[in-house]
């Protein structure tokens, strides 16, 4: 009926000048209360844990976790550092622990140091290490960015043991040690045949 077809684009106007743009795409806000992370009691992880958000921990971790806030489930274990400012341990952790607020349930299970500025131990939780309140826990405790080199400017982790300090130290069977250097032969790398 009318001169223009359906799959023709509408007419434009002469007097406004147009340009298509192409839409930026908007970055979802993050969620202030979204769900935890959780690792579940029937996985086992080797290898460090960085979130910006909540970690829940009920299965194995062999490695440092950082995080705002962890829960360490009743069947969890962890051998390594917690650092984060909210800290529930109800499970067996082997490491140094630095939170804002560290809360140790009936039970819980530590072996390490726990460095904070406000701690609870309920009745029942067992405990091996030294409590210290930090009132500069901000030093020892910095926040979680959200960029990934956040590995290198988090908070300094215990130091790790160097196994190169004892390599040129050998023992006698009657138990006195000595410093002697190894032999050249024993330092050199096997011989690869191609």
Do not use: W
Request: net charge negative.
């Amino acid at each position: 009926m009318f001169s223009r077809s359906k799959n023709s684009p509408p007419p434009r106007s002469a007097g406004a000048a147009t340009t298509d743009v192409a839409p930026v795409p908007e970055k979802p806000a993050p969620k202030k209360n979204s769900a935890p992370s959780i690792i579940s009691e029937s996985l086992s992880i080797t290898g460090d844990l960085t979130s910006t958000g909540d970690i829940q921990i009920d299965g194995v971790v062999i490695g440092d976790v950082r995080s705002q806030k962890v829960t360490i489930g009743e069947s969890a274990k962890v051998q390594g550092a917690l650092i984060a400012d909210h800290i529930r341990i109800a499970g067996t952790v082997e490491g140094e622990i630095t939170g804002r607020e560290v809360t140790l349930t009936a039970s819980a299970r530590v072996i390490g140091d726990i460095y904070h500025d406000r701690l609870a131990i309920e009745a029942g939780a067992h405990m091996q290490g030294l409590c210290r309140r930090v009132d500069d826990v901000d030093k020892r405790l910095k926040p979680v960015s959200k960029s990934p080199s956040s590995a290198v400017d988090g908070p300094a982790l215990p130091p790790k043991p160097d196994m190169a300090q004892n390599a040129g130290k050998t023992s006698d069977k009657d138990g006195a040690g000595s410093d002697d250097k190894p032999e050249a032969s024993a330092l050199a790398e096997p011989a690869k045949s191609y």
